[in-house]
């Protein structure tokens, strides 16, 4: 599994795209970016999808759009879709965004697993950073979204944030194997045993 990251956007959010011979993701689009378009385009003979880790605007600012292109779904936790449209909530209106109001094709529950040709995905639902937060583990890789970040963890002062489902979420992160990377949606990589020792807020 090839994973590359490109930091989009006047907040440096991390767009992953994760490739293997049958499977091509964008995680997180973030802001409109060709590279992005260009990837799934050239990627038109394997399964692809897009996954949305959370319904911020500089998430799924590019989303509507990129499947607009691609012709590609769009798939995000049950509980932010239909923030997706909500302009307060997913931060649109507050920073400008005009993020037009869309819906993903498909809504993932906690514990749900799929796949997208050869890459098998477990969502984990996260609540905390937003009502729907997940993560999307792969193998070794947790795309955390803006859960947990290297020796941080994500804002609860946005509407919808609660900091106590957070502290949940982050316990349950902590949980896993601590050998596993954590691609989180802003900064740089880390994984769950360094956050276990270094993270200063959990
Ligand atoms: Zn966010």
């Known amino acids: 599994m090839e994973i590359k990251t490109l930091v989009l956007g006047h907040i440096h959010t991390n767009c992953y795209l994760v ?4 499977a091509a993701i964008v995680i997180d689009p973030a802001f409109k970016s060709a590279a992005v378009d260009d990837f799934l385009l050239q990627n038109s003979d394997k399964e692809r999808l897009i996954l949305l880790t959370h319904a911020h605007f500089d998430h799924i600012g590019a989303a509507p759009f990129l ?3 691609t012709g590609v779904k769009i798939g995000v936790g049950e509980f932010d879709n239909a923030d997706l449209s909500d302009p307060a909530v997913n931060l649109s209106d507050r920073f400008h965004a005009h993020i037009p109001p869309f ?6 529950s ?5 796949s997208v040709g050869d890459v098998n995905i477990k969502v984990l639902h996260t609540p905390g950073h937003t009502v729907g937060s997940v993560c999307y583990l792969t193998d070794n890789v947790l795309f955390a979204g803006d859960t947990l970040f290297y020796e941080s963890i994500g804002r609860t002062d946005f509407p919808k944030s609660n900091h106590f489902d957070m502290m949940k979420s982050l ?3 902590l949980n896993l194997d601590g050998n596993i990377r954590v691609l989180s949606g802003h900064g740089p990589e880390t994984n769950i045993e360094h956050e276990k020792i270094y993270n200063p807020f959990i």
């Open 103 to 108: 819906s993903a094709d498909i809504t993932f």
């Open 19 to 22: 490739s293997t011979d049958k």
């Open 110 to 114: 906690d514990g749900e697993e799929f």
């Open 67 to 69: 499947r607009e292109n």
């Open 171 to 173: 316990s349950r992160l």
